[in-house]
């Protein structure tokens, strides 16, 4: 099992930047596959990005692609994820999430998953 906690949410203006961060518990952090996904007030939970367990490859959604990065190191044990250009509509909670099976962009394919954090942009 592993146990994640996001950091370093807040609040930007539209065009900033922030650094997203997972700390994770446990010696197996390399073996999982771990995603972001991002939920608004009354909206369904979304894909955001996703890195494989190894950090070889990673997959965006398209409405971030070329603005956000998703990284990590399993030396630290930490995913993260590098926001640039943000816009109003990137505000919404974001969660990491971690599989040792599945790297994808379907939610409920993942099962371990962090207490989120706010990103609010303003306009």
């Known amino acids: 099992q592993v146990q994640l906690g996001e950091s370093g949410g807040g609040l930007v203006q539209a065009g900033g930047s922030l650094r997203l961060s997972c700390a994770a518990s446990?010696?197996?952090?390399?073996?999982?596959?771990m995603g972001w996904f991002r939920q608004a007030p009354g909206k369904e939970r979304e894909f955001v990005a996703a890195?494989?367990?190894?950090?070889?490859?990673?997959i965006y959604a398209g409405s971030v692609k070329g603005r956000f990065t998703i990284s990590r190191d399993n030396a630290k044990n930490s995913v993260y994820l590098q926001m640039n250009s943000l816009r109003p509509e990137d505000t919404a909670v974001y969660y990491c999430?971690?599989?040792?099976?599945?790297?994808?962009?379907?939610?409920?394919?993942?099962?371990?998953w962090g207490q989120g954090t706010q990103v609010t942009v303003s306009s």
């Open positions: 446990g010696r197996t952090f390399s073996s999982y596959n």
């Open positions: 999430a971690g599989s040792q099976s599945y790297f994808g962009r379907t939610y409920q394919s993942y099962a371990y």
């Open positions: 890195i494989i367990h190894s950090g070889g490859s990673t």
